[in-house]
């Protein structure tokens, strides 16, 4: 069993729509926790990254944790073509000090 | 303007060359990386230096050597390339290590590798 699990998708949706993006993960040393945007050919952009349990927000983006579910969620609301794209969760583990990144959800959202 | 890049952007040899891939960044962070990412996408840490000093060295042959002549530089050297090291590299870089700040990495563009 993979360490972060990550749905490859694709994930297709309408102009307009919430998205809703996640990753879980078995290790409770995971204590820090990212998601980054990556374009075909592009390195990965960090969009946001938050430590702890609850909700963090940004523009259209928000990025939710649930560490006793071992759980993470980025819902991208007012979806647009532009966000089009492979969405990576990343973790640190607190133990090893390295950062697990999870495969990847290819989105594609339809104009 | 671009905080951290890498040269070349496209790498084609034949197996059993050797080459090498370098790394820049603008930033002032102190922690920079290599991700190896193989054709499911799928990143992984190769090494990590913070201010010169190795830090991370994942299980990978020793066929691939990092070097660090600065901390705003980090290249990455590969002998005797295999089909198997295929791949798109990834040069990264964060304000601290991991684990102290907890400052998130910042990445190159890669530098897609194929072995012929």
């Known amino acids: 069993q993979k360490e972060v699990e990550q749905d490859p998708g694709p994930l297709s949706v309408p102009e307009g729509a919430i998205v809703s993006l996640n990753c879980t993960y078995s290790?409770?040393?995971?204590?820090?926790f990212m998601w980054y945007r990556q374009y075909s050919r592009k390195g990965p952009e960090l969009l946001m990254y938050?430590?702890?349990?609850g909700n963090k927000e940004d523009g259209r983006f928000t990025a939710q944790v649930d560490k006793s579910s071992k759980y993470i969620s980025l819902f991208i609301r007012d979806s647009q073509p532009s966000d089009s794209a492979t969405y990576l969760c990343?973790?640190?583990?607190?133990?090893?000090?390295?950062?697990?990144f999870g495969t990847g959800t290819r989105l594609k959202v339809l104009a | 303007d671009t905080a951290v890049s890498q040269t070349p952007k496209y790498l084609v040899t034949q197996m059993g060359n050797d080459k090498s891939i370098k790394c820049e960044q603008n930033?002032?962070?102190?922690?920079m990386y290599w991700y190896k990412q193989d054709s499911k996408k799928f990143l992984k840490i190769m090494f990590s230096?913070?201010?010169?000093?190795?830090?991370i060295n994942e299980t990978v042959p020793n066929r691939f050597s990092p070097k660090s002549p600065d901390k705003a530089h980090l290249n990455l050297h590969i002998n005797s390339l295999e089909l198997g090291d295929s791949a798109v590299y990834f040069c990264?870089?964060?304000?601290?290590?991991?684990?102290?700040?907890?400052?998130?990495?910042?990445f190159g563009d890669g530098t897609r590798l194929s072995i012929l």
């Open positions: 990264a870089s964060s304000q601290e290590p991991p684990g102290q700040g907890n400052q998130p990495q910042h």
């Open positions: 290790n409770s040393a995971f204590q820090y």
């Open positions: 938050t430590y702890s349990s």
């Open positions: 990343a973790m640190l583990d607190s133990g090893t000090y390295k950062y697990i």
């Open positions: 930033l002032g962070h102190d922690t």
């Open positions: 230096y913070n201010n010169k000093e190795l830090i």
